[in-house]
């Protein structure tokens, strides 16, 4: 087994230089070394292979048999390399297990209904979706690239950002029926809450009072583990939340919620992006295939009307 110190490819691309330029110092300049480095390079080969490649003169250089045959196999192995390399550039064809994570309402209402077109933009990917709103590592769950809505809190990924959209409080016509509108902030204490059981940068509902400055109020009623949760409780009736333009606009503008206080809505944004581990430049062309395709395509409303 060779050493891991050799770099046998180059080993073989300077042999193959010597041969085809029938000279030491034309191959020398041509990949930029000195005569004596070609030199040693290749009896060092010559040394590790234990066979004569090329006989030396003064006046010419000529190959041997066992150097012919190292030609020739040396030529096919630098161009499968080169077509290695082709195959994993970026302008490969995507292709492979694309392995996402993506917060739960996002890949109801958005990913899973372009998941198809990409599909068949990219017929060499399949693609292993995971539904979730819980924040994972990406190097434990083997994932290729997570779709995250919020504040990013995760250290050393890469963010692309596929659009935002404002933030609003919601409740359904029955709700509001049954319980009445609030008319400012103090009113939410008499209506029942909505909010969410894991984690958030801010546990508070923002709202600007009539100085312009921002109060928060926090939910204290029921819980629910992710936003299409809270999406389907809102429907049934079951109090007041917040959700965002881009998970709630279908449905303001259907009827199915109505929006609330929105005179003191600090038009404050929930951005949503796609992260991923390391540099861009690095990425397997089936990420950024998909990467490009979802900036392409993911329009997240500002509004209802």
């Known amino acids: 087994m060779a050493r891991p110190d050799i770099n046998r490819s180059g080993e073989i691309e300077v042999f193959v230089r010597v041969v085809e330029a029938e000279s030491f110092s034309a191959a020398a300049r041509s990949l930029r070394m000195t005569p004596s480095a070609v030199s040693k390079l290749i009896a060092r080969l010559e040394d590790r292979l234990g066979a004569r490649l090329i006989r030396r003169s003064t006046r010419k250089l000529q190959v041997t048999p066992e150097g012919s045959a190292f030609y020739e196999s040396g030529l096919r192995i630098l ?19 694309l392995r996402i994570n993506c917060l739960v309402p996002f890949g109801q209402h958005y990913l899973i209904p372009l998941i198809p077109r990409f599909l068949e933009q990219n017929p060499e990917i399949t693609v292993e979706l995971t539904l979730t709103d819980k924040v994972v590592d990406l190097m434990e769950e083997r994932a290729d690239l997570a779709i995250r ?5 995760s250290p050393g990924l890469i963010a692309r950002r596929l659009g935002q959209s404002r933030m609003v409080m ?34 508070g509902w923002p709202f600007r009072d009539s100085k312009g400055k921002i109060v928060n109020v926090v939910p204290e009623g029921s819980l629910v583990s992710d936003g299409e949760q809270m999406r389907l409780m809102l429907l049934a009736g079951a109090g007041i939340g917040r959700l965002s333009c881009w998970h709630s606009a279908p449905d303001i503008a259907a009827g199915r919620l109505v929006p609330l206080l929105e005179d003191f809505n600090p038009g404050d944004e929930e951005a949503v992006h796609a992260v991923y581990v390391g540099q861009g430049k690095h990425l397997p062309a089936r990420v950024r295939a998909f990467l490009d395709f979802l900036v392409a395509n993911v329009k997240m409303p500002q509004r209802w009307d």
């Open 170 to 203: 919601v409740a359904s016509p029955a709700y509001v029926e049954a319980h009445g509108v609030p008319k400012t902030p103090a009113d939410l204490s008499d209506h029942h809450l909505l909010g969410f059981c894991f984690r958030r940068t801010s546990e």
């Open 79 to 97: 161009a499968d390399i080169s077509a290695a390399e082709r195959e994993a550039s970026l302008g490969a064809t995507p292709r492979g297990r």
């Open 149 to 153: 809505a919020g504040q990013l809190t």
